[in-house]
């Protein structure tokens, strides 16, 4: 009975306190003793106590001569004393010890040697000061630094490089740290391969590779512990069980189920879990990661983890990684991001009941930072690498209205987004070539790119949320590119309107060309499908000028309806055979071995407000396109002329 | 007579410019190719290009049925159409392939099967919808997440545990990583003994431990290069000389040359350099770091580093670490501190000339960072672990008077100095026991404690500069503590007074009590020679009631002037045959294995602003005191009773 209580969804909040609940004693777990100089990023298990004292003797803190201060009191310009080498005052340098009878030093420089003897060899020379020591001057006294007996750290600390050197200092040559936790990864799943499988074996349609074991380990080490991988397990149940009865009876600390952890029939990690010891958590109200699960085995904590990408994270992030902090004696809130005011670049709609992690672009504009969402699917791991921050819409919030003030966790450092160039607006491949090319002219300096269209690129201008638009968008009166746009769309801005490159616009078709298409005119026939590009792209700009001056419209082209966002998306639907014929650059077909029909040659521009203009980072990026590298590669896609690259006119509309 | 401009002393940044110029090409160095599930941390040398698209294949995003959207067009509730499975639509499980010939997938719940047959294995059967679907819904199209050969990211890419979600997912197995630059540390000095050595055999007056080599490679590693450490040279200038040669001609990419740096006679850094290369900075005006010597040896980058360990750290940050960086494709800046804006509890003075580096602790009090200036001593490797941050005071600033505002370097993260409990006052070593503690409570939780005396704690309260004061101040007037005190120096002020311990005081003596000291009264002899406290401290007030009801005074007391800041140092004093005497608490004698004379048993009370009694940093301070266990750790030091601890009264004077 009282199991199916844990078995409703919980909050996020009520399922840690259920987690932390079941392992009270967390916190106690091992320690071993260790070299201190193999300490480096380890946890105190006890607290480090200083054996010896630094400086271990009475030192000299400069070259000179060491006496008993008093001998000097009374020394003045008018009555110099006379100190005798070997008898009053010795001579010593930086770091020697202060002979016995000894509590000064007067640096050599305030000195007069009447006798010419060699420094250091003399005895019986005569010394002149005229002015008096006081006790313990230019004398590094011992225990200075560190005193014998004193605490260095407590327990808790985590040893830094600087912490090495205190240790070392002070004679404590070993120390008593924390283990690592250890975790057992178990991949499940008949879709998975390895990626050695993938790699010397290729993919067939519906193989997955498996990728979350590997993110899981490498975030189990970001948070102090060690990982081991378990082959991959098709959906077996028996074997399942084998491997997670057979973990938490031997030395792992923590055991990971990927996959399978949600309420379908092929989901095993319940069953396991239930026949071998309890579940505590199942389903959680977070998204993603929604069928999390968590339970215990042989009082070892099992999580069931959702087979999504970035579900996978969410649970990691939420769950099993505080529970490895608190194993490790942190604070289980220690990796908690630090958060920053953001301000949403569009509306965002959340579902009520659920507390939903968003992945946002952060971009730093006008003292403001934007943050634009990306996609919302826990399929992609992009979402998360592209991602400088999350939004977390709590359960009871139903959205957030454009330009409301919310926190956003960093996921990329603060500096690393102020450095950060803000692209919005069409999409162009040698967009990612800058970005590759950029960090040769200045290392820290990344470009961020969102694909919305020309149209879109002007608008994010206009609402302040980028830095540059790029744009390539065709005025059908008199053929020029982006001005009269400019003029319409952002009165009164002052912007810089740079040419990126020219491209060749075409139709990109399968590869051989199986339908022989040879130009627009074919795309009437109505047995062939189209992809089309979205309102606002200047692709789609271009394809309806071209559709006007060969007298078609819309309802000619079968397809015209259907919409992509990027070129590299068209390609794609003609690759898999989704369409027969969509419209693009040269690159995109390319890149995928497809055909290409050229329409067209555009230009392909870079709008950039006045006032970022003249900015360090929009400075590089000039720069960058400028250099013969940038042209050549370009010039190796194909398909681009770079004779106007860089050329820059500013409009005042 | 080129070389001699370079041999004056150089600004930081002309310095570094000298350093980066030598080096044009430092960013070019090599690349490897590893397995990507090993990049975790590296540095991309080559774009990840995506040689898979994921999903590979279009997949179902639900589980339900798998149809040509164009066959559920026009369904609704009054016309439902009727789909007939295996022919039609085909039952489909999330993640599956999408059968040829579909593009859409209908939920099961929003499916009506009329034949009762099992799900999944049915042909034949039919199935009515009653509502429309779109073209893809309910579908991962195939490249969603990635599409074959885009950029997944860029050269100068830092590999993070998502990044290899991406990775895997784009088949990218194999990376080109940049390689990591290999360091040689040469630890010189005849000071110099190893940490083994000192374990095995103890040191000897003179003899100090080598612990910058082990800092510096730590600092290395974390800069995310490799090191590996000479055997220490004495102040052999051939042996140097042949080390540095043989690094310079091997697969080294740096050289350290640690001590000897400076330009005394027996400072053989720069000779080595002179004879084998070309020295370039010789003297930097930063403080600590000032002797730092940079030069080229066989075409690689040599430095001679400072041997006090403060002025090793920063010419490691300002000079060999940002190489390190740029060798590795980073940007040179990629490790500068976050900076916060913090207020001086006292005025700073300042060297004009020269660049200061002061180590300080900052604590977070009333909603300003108050930094309290740590020693400036460039040999107390404890400046910088117990620092939060560093002011950077320019060569042409003076100084910065009390409560101006400056910039701090972070060593800290923010989050940890906000959870930090700034104690300043008397000490007790009962403080360096509840700092240990209280980590037991809550993890996260750390407690800063500077020692100024009890008066100096009161007067922290009153300029804001802590949350909590330790005092033991005696009332001669009643034989009160504290209260009277806080009357008076706190005016307004609404006070909690907690009692921290009981505690004797007495006076600390050699083991054996060689002068047979018996109490206050021997001090009167003259062979005899005191340590004393600095003004305001409690015990300072203590022995001065003591010694006027003695009807003695100062003069009678050899040593009275002669001041220290704590019982530890006291004790240290007492222990180095410095002093024969001082006052001071058992557990600083019983540390050092001294003999201890009780006089009298105090109170030993912690002064805290109701303000801040009720934060939960305060509570959990609160709360570990009454634990048995920090009690029955209090009652192993000796000395102290522990029968009030916690018991507070409010007192609002």
Chains 1, 2 share one sequence.
Request: glycine content about 10%.
């Amino acid at each position: 009975m009282k199991r199916n209580v844990y078995l409703n969804m919980k909050s996020i909040e009520a399922a840690r306190q259920i987690m932390f609940d079941q392992f009270p004693g967390a916190d106690e777990s091992g320690a071993e003793d260790i070299d201190s100089v193999d300490a480096l990023g380890r946890i105190l298990a006890e607290p480090a106590v200083a054996a010896l004292s630094a400086p271990n003797y009475h030192a000299a803190a400069m070259d000179g001569i060491a006496l008993d201060a008093k001998l000097s009191f009374g020394a003045s310009d008018d009555e110099p004393k006379i100190l005798v080498s070997g008898k009053d005052a010795f001579w010593i340098n930086t770091g020697h010890v202060m002979p016995e009878g000894t509590n000064a030093v007067i640096m050599i420089e305030h000195l007069n040697v009447i006798d010419s003897v060699k420094n250091g060899s003399s005895n019986g020379s005569s010394i002149e000061i005229n002015s008096p020591a006081f006790p313990w001057q230019n004398v590094r006294k011992m225990g200075e630094d560190i005193v014998a007996t004193e605490l260095i750290f407590p327990r808790g600390h985590k040893i830094t490089s600087y912490s090495l050197g205190a240790l070392i200092a002070g004679g404590v040559f070993r120390v008593s740290v924390k283990k690592k936790p250890k975790v057992l990864i178990i991949p499940t799943g008949s879709e998975l391969k390895s990626w050695q499988y993938a790699n010397d074996n290729g993919l067939k349609p519906g193989d997955v590779i498996d990728s979350n074991s590997w993110v899981l380990g490498a975030l189990c080490v970001e948070y102090g512990a060690s990982f081991e991988s378990h082959a991959i397990i098709h959906d077996e149940i028996e074997i399942i069980m084998d491997a997670v009865r057979e973990a938490t009876l031997s030395s792992y600390d923590m055991v990971f189920i990927i996959g399978g952890s949600s309420a379908g029939s092929k989901d095993y990690a319940k069953p396991v879990i239930d026949s071998l010891g309890e579940v505590f958590v199942h389903g959680v109200t977070m998204m993603p990661g929604k069928p999390l699960l968590f339970g215990k085995v042989n009082e070892k904590p099992v999580f069931g983890i959702p087979g999504y990408p970035v579900s996978a994270v969410v649970a990691f992030e939420q769950f099993a990684g505080p529970l490895l902090l608190k194993m490790h004696g942190l604070n289980p809130a220690a990796k908690q991001r630090e958060t920053i005011d953001v301000v949403p670049a569009r509306k965002i709609a959340s579902k009520l009941g659920v507390e939903e992690f968003l992945r946002v672009k952060i971009g730093s504009v006008d003292g403001r930072f934007m943050a634009s969402q990306l996609p919302r699917g826990a399929g992609s791991i992009t979402t998360l690498t592209e991602a400088d921050g999350i939004i977390r819409i709590p359960p009871h919030v139903e959205g957030i209205a454009e330009k409301e003030i919310v926190k956003a966790e960093l996921i990329r450092p603060l500096a690393a987004i102020e450095d950060t160039v803000v692209i919005t607006g069409s999409h162009d491949n040698t967009l990612d070539l800058l970005a590759d090319q950029i960090c040769r002219t200045r290392p820290g300096v990344t470009i961020s790119s969102s694909h919305v269209g020309s149209m879109g690129g002007l608008m994010a201008i206009r609402k302040k949320t980028c830095h540059v638009a790029g744009s390539h968008l065709l005025d059908p009166e008199d053929g020029s590119y982006n001005i009269s746009y400019i003029k319409k769309y952002l009165p009164g801005e002052r912007v810089w309107l740079v040419n990126l490159v020219m491209r060749e616009q075409g139709l990109i078709v399968a590869g051989g060309n199986p339908e022989k298409i040879k130009g627009l005119d074919d795309l009437k026939k109505k047995e062939l499908v189209f992809i089309n590009r979205q309102g606002g792209a200047g692709t789609r700009v271009l394809l309806d000028y071209k559709l006007k001056e060969l007298g078609m419209t819309p309802a000619d082209i079968r397809g015209y309806e259907n919409e992509e966002y990027t070129h590299m998306s068209v390609a794609v639907a003609v690759l898999s055979g989704r369409a027969d014929a969509g419209m693009g650059i040269y690159a995109a077909a390319k890149a995928l071995s497809l055909d290409f029909i050229p329409v067209f040659t555009e230009s392909y521009d870079l709008v950039i407000p006045d006032r970022f203009f003249h900015t360090e980072k929009i400075q590089v990026l000039l720069e960058t396109i400028k250099t013969n590298d940038f042209k050549k590669r370009v010039g190796e896609l194909g398909g681009y002329g770079t004779e106007t690259t860089g050329e820059a006119i500013l409009l005042e509309s």
